[in-house]
């Protein structure tokens, strides 16, 4: 989860200097470029922890079904 925090501390920083607005436009589009692949690197660790958990639950109590994610699917931290 540490690449979690740190993606999501670079993510928040690419856009506080894109709402300050003082960037050339190159600069900002290479910041939107930067951010949108921190996000969907942010949200590929959240979908995975995400299945984790659901799959923990349902091993737990047995009760919850997990419809929408295939175990095998489920990423695997190193």
Same mark, same amino acid.
């Given at each position: 989860m540490?690449?979690?925090? @740190?993606?999501?501390?670079?993510?928040?920083?690419?856009?506080?200097?894109?709402e300050? +607005?003082? $960037?050339?436009?190159?600069?900002?589009?290479?910041?939107?470029?930067e +951010?949108?692949?921190?996000?969907?690197?942010? @949200? @590929?660790?959240?979908?995975?922890?995400? +299945?984790?958990?659901?799959?923990?639950?349902?091993?737990?109590n047995?009760t919850? @079904?997990?419809? =929408? $994610?295939?175990?095998?699917?489920?990423?695997?931290? =190193?």
């Amino acid at each position: 989860m540490a690449d979690f925090e @740190k993606q999501l501390t670079a993510l928040e920083t690419v856009v506080e200097r894109l709402e300050r +607005g003082d $960037l050339s436009l190159e600069e900002s589009v290479r910041l939107f470029e930067e +951010g949108v692949k921190l996000s969907d690197a942010c @949200k @590929k660790e959240l979908e995975a922890a995400e +299945g984790k958990i659901q799959l923990l639950v349902e091993q737990r109590n047995g009760t919850m @079904k997990v419809t =929408d $994610l295939d175990p095998e699917e489920v990423v695997e931290e =190193d």
